[in-house]
C-alpha cells in the first residue's frame, strides 16, 4: 500500500447546543491513499456527509486532523482555507449546483479560472461526452448530462482529491453507471484521489477501500481485493 495522501485523526463533529446539541463524528480516523477509489458508506445518520464536508473544509471540526499531502486542514481560516479548497479540491454533489444562465463550456470555464494549473477544457469536454453539448445551457440538458457537466466543473482545476457526495443519487440506473465508467475512467487517466460517499452498496465492487461508519465511528475500513469494473455493476 502506498504511502497515506489523505489522514484523518481523532475526528469529532457536532451541531446545535443543549437540547438540539448532536454528536456527529465521534473520533473518526482513516488513511486514504494516493490515487485511490474509496467509497464511504454508511445509514443516513452516519455522518458520511459531515465527514466529507470536514475533509473539504466546507465545515469546521471540534477537535482532531484532517492532512492532505501532508498539510493540515484543520484550522484553516479566510483566505489559507479558500485557498485550500481552489488549489486542492474538486466537488461533485447530488445537486448539480450548474449556474443556469451559463452555457455547459462556461460552466467549466468558471473553474478553470481560478487554478493555475487547469486539465485542457477541449480534452475533458471529450472525455465526459460532452462536445455536442457545450453550447447548450444547463435547463437544455438531461440530469445525467448536467452531473457531466458539474464533473468537469469539478474536474479542470486537476484537484488532487475529488470528494463526490452521492454522485449518482439523482440519477436512474442506466445514467448512474455511464457517471461511474466515468468517475472510473477520470481516476485511471489523471489518477486523481477520490472519496465517494453514497447509499448505493453495489459502488464498493469497483473501488479500491471501503470505509463503513456507523454512529459516527468507523465500523469497518478495509480493501477490496476482487474490484470489477464499473460497466459491470449490477442494482445500481
Do not use: W
Amino acid at each position: 500500500m502506498s504511502e497515506s495522501y489523505l489522514e484523518v485523526r481523532d475526528l469529532h463533529k457536532s451541531y446545535g447546543e443543549g437540547g438540539s446539541y448532536a454528536q456527529v463524528l465521534k473520533g473518526v480516523n482513516m488513511d486514504v491513499s494516493k490515487g485511490e477509489l474509496c467509497v464511504i458508506q454508511g445509514t443516513s445518520g452516519s455522518g458520511k456527509s459531515t465527514l466529507l464536508n470536514c475533509i473539504g473544509g466546507l465545515d469546521d471540526i471540534d477537535s482532531g486532523t484532517v492532512t492532505v499531502a501532508g498539510k493540515h486542514v484543520d484550522g484553516l481560516k479566510g483566505e489559507k482555507l479558500s485557498d485550500y479548497r481552489r488549489d486542492n479540491l474538486g466537488f461533485i454533489f447530488q445537486f448539480y449546483n450548474l449556474v443556469p444562465n451559463l452555457t455547459v463550456r462556461e460552466n467549466i470555464q468558471v473553474c478553470e479560472y481560478l487554478t493555475k494549473d487547469p486539465l485542457d477544457i477541449d480534452e475533458l469536454i471529450e472525455v465526459l461526452g460532452l462536445t455536442e453539448h457545450q453550447h447548450k445551457f444547463p435547463s437544455q440538458l438531461s440530469g445525467g448530462q448536467q452531473q457531466r457537466c458539474a464533473i468537469a466543473r469539478a474536474l479542470v482545476k486537476n484537484p488532487k482529491v475529488l470528494l463526490c457526495d452521492e454522485p449518482t443519487g439523482a440519477l436512474d440506473s442506466k445514467t448512474s453507471r455511464d457517471i461511474l465508467v466515468l468517475l472510473e475512467k477520470i481516476n485511471r487517466q489523471y489518477g486523481t484521489t477520490m472519496l465517494i460517499v453514497t447509499h448505493n452498496n453495489s459502488i464498493k465492487n469497483m473501488v479500491d477501500h471501503i470505509i463503513y461508519l456507523k454512529d459516527g465511528e468507523v465500523h469497518k475500513d478495509y480493501r477490496n481485493e476482487q474490484k470489477i469494473p464499473a460497466s459491470e455493476l449490477e442494482d445500481l
